[in-house]
């Protein structure tokens, strides 16, 4: 059993940065891929971007390629979302995931409660 924990969350501007930490419980952790997926209001939930157990190995989403970077503290059980040059279009809650594979919301078995990131133009 895993248990996600995101903060790092708020108001911010276009064009602001934001890191958003996703803490998890258990020692499976570093057995895991790890993903973040977002949800706007009105739309699908959305993949942003995953990284593998190792850390070695990230996968992102178009829309955030070359602004966001995923990594993984497996010592402290925890994951990051580094979030540059951020966009209106980025306002979504953020979910961190784990157990899975790939970029489908339904291949993930563990989720985290999300938290809100709002850039405002």
């Known amino acids: 059993q895993v248990q996600l924990v995101e903060s790092g969350g708020g108001l911010v501007q276009a064009g602001d940065s934001l890191r958003l930490s996703c803490a998890a419980s258990?020692?499976?952790?570093?057995?895991?891929?790890i993903a973040w997926f977002r949800q706007a209001p009105g739309k699908e939930r959305e993949f942003v971007a995953r990284i593998s157990s190792s850390g070695d190995y990230n996968y992102y989403a178009d829309s955030v390629k070359g602004r966001f970077t995923i990594s993984r503290d497996n010592a402290k059980n925890t994951e990051y979302l580094q979030m540059n040059s951020l966009k209106p279009e980025d306002t979504a809650v953020y979910y961190c995931?784990?157990?899975?594979?790939?970029?489908?919301?339904?291949?993930?078995?563990?989720w985290g409660q999300g938290t809100q990131v709002t850039v405002s133009s």
């Open positions: 258990g020692r499976s952790f570093r057995n895991y891929y």
């Open positions: 995931a784990a157990d899975g594979i790939g970029t489908r919301v339904d291949s993930y078995k563990y």
